[in-house]
């Protein structure tokens, strides 16, 4: 299986998106989603979150995603009913992980592993 990242973009801030929608919105949209996840079901490695920009950065992407399938074609069809799609002049990327030649993928997930306690 390989593993794709999704970034979700808007040219709306996801903050701005939150704070203008009402309960019933709110509640909408998140049912959405509940929904979506539920059909991508073991694609889904990380659900992920919403992003917001921090220091300096000024970026489109609002969120993201980790899912894994077979190919590109895979995730395409399974981001094709993803509710950020229905947003005005929002986004979805897809961007493949490459693995780093000479090592492992169990070797990278050390890797992390080892620099996220230091």
Do not use: C
């Amino acid at each position: 299986m390989k593993k794709y990242l999704i970034l979700y973009t808007s040219p709306t801030p996801a903050r701005e998106e939150f704070g203008k929608a009402s309960p019933e919105q709110a509640k909408s949209g998140l049912d959405a989603w509940n929904a979506w996840a539920k059909k991508a079901g073991s694609a889904i490695v990380e659900l992920g979150a919403p992003l917001a920009d921090a220091g300096a950065t000024r970026s489109r992407v609002t969120g993201f995603s980790i899912l894994q399938a077979g190919s590109v074609s895979e995730i395409e069809q399974i981001v094709k009913d993803n509710p950020h799609q229905k947003m005005p002049g929002a986004g979805i990327e897809i961007h493949e992980f490459v693995d780093v030649p000479g090592m492992s993928r169990d070797q990278t997930s050390k890797r992390e592993l080892d620099y996220s306690r230091q």
